[in-house]
């Protein structure tokens, strides 16, 4: 058996153990309720027990942890992945928990700081019980060991050759809030089992193309963007374009003068109306955020690149200086 120290053991059914046995754990998978802490047990206990689909653990905004099953057995909350992954699922209704609107996926609620150190406590016991590595992965492709989020399996946001972690095509579980908190929950659990976050070396940037795709993808999260145009993209164009006008793009005009603050706005416009040239990546907005951070030199090519695909942009839709190639 394989119960937590410090989670409160409490199967759903006394049947617990007539679940399929894990054949590996590679994996620990982190969802998002849309329900309190006690109105998941009452669901998941009132709705058959192990007979549908339920979690291994689940949190509560205080930072409580209840085990709904021992980790030796699956929980079905993982589709493909239910032989080898341990699943959690996290209360974001109920006590610390605004109300919010549960048709808007954007609208999940950020995980609390007690939530953050309870999925911290989950991970770093599953890497020392379980050896799951406390990394990231990227994707839901078969082999992935380490620390991921449901949507990586979901159809509508899944990698070619990915596993189908969900048969809900779209869903966003657990929301773009608490995907960004996910480095965080690592990095607690890493602390824990007493380890040091790795140093993200200039080596392992991407190539430009990978930089291009990676940009699009943290501009399209309105958490980030923001952040991003504010920090890098305003003071490129401070020195790139001092003072473009009469820029077309969709019929709109927008005026890039020296005035930060309206060049600033016109950017995060044109980024948002603009339709990125390469698919969009399922990479996590806070990882990048923090490589921008934390490796300047990447941060300039970064910026860099990100500018010159906007300058192109805006030139392909200016009659006055036509497309470029």
Not at 242 to 265: I, L
């Amino acid at each position: 058996m394989a119960r937590m120290p410090g989670a409160r053991w409490r199967p759903l059914a006394a049947n617990w153990a007539s679940q399929p046995r894990m054949t590996r754990v590679d994996l620990v998978l982190i969802h998002t309720a849309v329900g309190s802490f006690e109105g998941t047990f009452a669901y998941f206990s009132g709705s058959g027990g192990y007979s549908g689909a339920e979690s291994h653990f689940m949190t509560g905004g205080g930072g409580e942890i209840d085990q709904y099953q021992d980790t030796a057995h699956q929980a079905e909350a993982n589709g493909a992945a239910n032989g080898d992954a341990i699943s959690i699922e996290n209360a974001d209704m109920g006590p610390g928990f605004a109300a919010w609107n549960t048709r808007d996926g954007n609208a999940v609620p950020a995980f609390t700081p007690a939530q953050i150190e309870a999925n911290a406590r989950i991970c770093a016991w599953a890497h020392t019980t379980h050896g799951v590595p406390l990394e990231l992965i990227p994707d839901s492709k078969p082999g992935r060991r380490g620390i991921g989020y449901h949507r990586l399996g979901v159809p509508g946001y899944m990698v070619a050759g990915g596993e189908k972690w969900s048969s809900a095509t779209g869903k966003v579980c657990p929301g773009n809030r608490r995907i960004a908190q996910i480095p965080q929950i690592i990095a607690r659990a890493r602390q824990l089992v007493g380890g040091a976050a790795p140093v993200i070396q200039e080596d392992d940037m991407p190539d430009n193309e990978t930089i291009k795709r990676l940009v699009w993808e943290v501009l399209y999260q309105d958490d980030v963007r923001e952040r991003l145009v504010a920090s890098l993209i305003r003071p490129i164009y401070d020195t790139l374009t001092p003072g473009v006008e009469g820029v077309k793009h969709d019929g709109d005009v927008y005026r890039w003068t020296r005035d930060a603050a309206a060049r600033t706005s016109a950017i995060a416009a044109l980024a948002e109306k603009a339709s990125p040239a390469v698919p969009a990546l399922n990479v996590d907005a806070e990882d990048v955020a923090e490589a921008l951070a934390s490796t300047p030199g990447f941060a300039r090519t970064l910026a860099a690149e990100l500018a010159d695909e906007l300058d192109r942009r805006a030139r392909d839709n200016n009659p006055s200086t036509g497309p470029t190639t």
